[in-house]
């Protein structure tokens, strides 16, 4: 789910186990499925051996929404690179350890270093603007 796993040992909750809980939000954008689903048999409390071995062996398309490709491609939004990118820094998000996860400016860094909102808009309307 979107708690952190420190936060099962009664820590207090922190800018870390928000940026944990981000990094699944991140995951459920890009795969478009609930990570507390079956979709996955083998998910466990950090991250499945299926959600590993597609990133670091670069099969981006084994894990990204389908639709969400289809749609990148046509509207020429973003790059397969770019969705890897994304991918990478919702695992990194989701580190077991705080310690191992961006900080919020790291976040920010690496999504404007992605252009992430070029992703297409499936609410219809406009994509946003470039804030560059």
């Known amino acids: 789910g979107y708690k952190a ?12 186990s928000d940026i944990y809980s981000l ?29 590993k071995n597609p990133v670091f062996d670069g099969k981006i398309s084994e894990m990204i929404s389908h639709g969400l490709l289809r749609q990148s491609r046509e509207q020429n939004c973003i790059t397969g690179e770019g969705l890897l990118m994304f991918l990478q820094l919702a695992i990194a998000c989701r580190s077991p350890s705080p310690r191992l996860r961006p900080d919020i400016k790291q976040v920010l860094g690496k999504l404007e270093e992605i252009e992430l909102w070029k992703l297409p808009n499936q609410f219809g309307g406009d994509r946003l603007p470039n804030r560059g």
Do not use: C, Q, Y
């Open 5 to 16: 796993p420190e936060l099962t040992k009664m820590k207090d909750a922190g800018k870390e």
């Open 23 to 51: 990094g699944v939000i991140f995951l459920e954008m890009v795969t478009r499925k609930d990570t507390n689903s079956d979709f996955l048999p083998t998910w466990d409390l950090h991250l499945s051996n299926s959600l």
